[in-house]
């Protein structure tokens, strides 16, 4: 079984950056249990979908300078 959740945020929302990053990381550290044997992230921005996807855990990816980027 796999743990999916989304945050979906823009200008309007008023959702700072440091928020964003700060509960995507906590999302992904909370559905680790759901899906140890890989772990991806999917970001759209400025009509580009960034996708990152390992077959590592999610304690792992949030650590991979590929990460990091994404936002």
């Known amino acids: 079984m796999c743990g999916i959740f989304g945050i979906i945020s823009n200008n ?3 959702s700072s950056l440091d928020f964003v990053q700060n509960a ?4 992904l550290l ?3 249990s759901r899906g140890k044997e890989a ?3 999917a970001v759209y921005l400025n009509d580009n979908i960034k ?6 855990t ?3 990816l949030i ?9």
């Open 51 to 56: 996708v990152l996807k390992q077959p590592i």
């Open 39 to 41: 772990s991806g992230i």
């Open 63 to 71: 650590n991979l300078t590929e990460y990091k980027e994404m936002f």
């Open 30 to 32: 909370l559905s680790e």
């Open 12 to 14: 309007k929302t008023k």
């Open 24 to 27: 995507t990381k906590k999302l």
């Open 58 to 60: 999610a304690s792992k």
